[in-house]
Each structure stands twice: as C-alpha cells, then as structure tokens.
T-cell receptor, first 113, second 112 residues
Framework: AQSVTQPDIHITVSEGASLELRCNYS??????LFWYVQSPGQGLQLLLK??????LVQGIKGFEAEFKRSQSSFNLRKPSVHWSDAAEYFC???????????FGSGTRLSIRP | DADVTQTPRNRITKTGKRIMLECSQT?????MYWYRQDPGLGLRLIYY???????NKGEISDGYSVSRQAQAKFSLSLESAIPNQTALYFC???????????FGPGTRLLVL
C-alpha cells in the first residue's frame, strides 16, 4: 500500500540554525512530491513540489528539498530558520495522474529563541 | 480575496444533528476535494470530485456525503454527526497542474 512517513513528530531548533525535515514514501513508481506548511489557525500553503527533472527543488521562504530515488526520500531543508518558520509541515506524495495525494502525519517545528 | 473559501470557519453541533460545510473557489479549477485533519494523522481524503458530474469516495467517506452544485461549489454533509467527527476540515482544489492542490482555510467542527 502507498504510504508517506514523517518520522519526526516534533522538532525544536534554535533560530539561525539549519533545519532538515524527513519524508519517506513507499511504492516504487516515480511520485509527485510536495511539501506544505500550516501555520497556526491557517490552511495549508504549498512550499515546493517535485514532478521531474532536477532532484533539488527550490521553494518559497528559503526552503529547498531533494528527491533521492534510491532512498525513497524527499527531505526538506533550510539553512537558517527564522522564528516565523514555526509551523506544522506536511509531506505529500502522489502517484500517476490519479490526482489524489497522500499526506504524511506532519512534523511540528518549534523555534528556540 | 481568498481563492478557496470555506463556511463556516467554526461550528459546534450536537450528536445526531445534520450539518453542511461549504466550499467555494474562484480559481476556475475542475477538481475539488474534502479532507479531515486529526492530530497525529495528517490529512485524510473524504471525497473528491473531478467535475460537476463526478463524485468519488476517498479513504474515509463513511458518515459523510457531498454535493457538487457547480464547478465552483462543493459541499460536505454530515447526515447525523457523531463526536468522533470532531476535526478540522479542509477543502482543496486542483486545475491544469492537476497534482498541485490549493487549500481553503479550514472549518473547525466540534460535535458534542
């Protein structure tokens, strides 16, 4: 069965430190990959997406993610976090053209002053 | 103005009541979706619609029904609400870039 795993439920990093949020998926076919961010009381905002091509994808707010097919991973990174990055982050994966995507359970990011 | 709107934003209801959550979009997208979000579970798909005449069940459709009144409107109904339907509900749309979904602000539902 298709699944998406975000192994870290909650991460705390210091402001200015680097960040990496993990995402792994099952199923072998080349997926469509997304990262969304949900600020408190808000809907989900698309940070970045990967469909094909260069496996390092740049997104909004200084985020990037790298698709590693051999590891079935699509980890989200930011070199220096800001207090405003505190939010919940969701990885999502789609397969073929079904236009359905599966969400991971989310990682809550807290920023230490 | 927001591209995807949801009404109401918050709702408290009692067990057994029928309620409707509404979603409207101005993006001109054909595809619309309803999800529920529960802590620790991420988002789970309830129903989706690829056009006005197309309705499909998602992962957790039991206890829910939907209506696609027009391209821009997609409503979710709970025929007889129960407490475990307490959740945050999101509507989403997708268009020509079919795999990218755009979300509304959510409806927080509490069933007592």
């Amino acid at each position: 069965a298709q699944s998406v795993t975000q192994p870290d439920i909650h991460i705390t990093v210091s402001e200015g430190a680097s960040l990496e949020l993990r995402c792994n998926y099952s199923y072998g076919a080349t997926p469509y990959l997304f990262w969304y961010v949900q600020s408190p009381g808000q809907g989900l905002q698309l940070l970045l997406k990967y469909f094909s091509g260069d496996t390092l994808v740049q997104g909004i707010k200084g985020f990037e993610a790298e698709f590693k097919r051999s590891q079935s991973s699509f980890n989200l990174r930011k070199p220096s976090v800001h207090w405003s990055d505190a939010a919940e982050y969701f990885c999502a994966v789609g397969w073929s053209s079904a236009s359905k995507i599966i969400f991971g359970s989310g990682t809550r990011l807290s920023i230490r002053p | 103005d927001a591209d995807v709107t949801q009404t109401p934003r918050n709702r408290i209801t009692k067990t057994g009541k029928r309620i409707m959550l509404e979603c409207s979009q101005t993006k001109g997208h054909d595809r619309m979706y309803w999800y529920r979000q529960d802590p620790g579970l991420g988002l789970r798909l309830i129903y989706y619609s690829f056009d006005v005449k197309d309705i499909n069940k998602g992962e957790i459709s039991d206890g829910y029904s939907v209506s696609r009144q027009a391209q821009a409107k997609f409503s979710l109904s709970l025929e007889s609400a129960i407490p475990n339907q307490t959740a945050l509900y999101f509507c989403a749309t997708s268009g020509l870039d079919q795999e990218t979904q755009y979300f509304g602000p959510g409806t927080r539902l509490l069933v007592l």
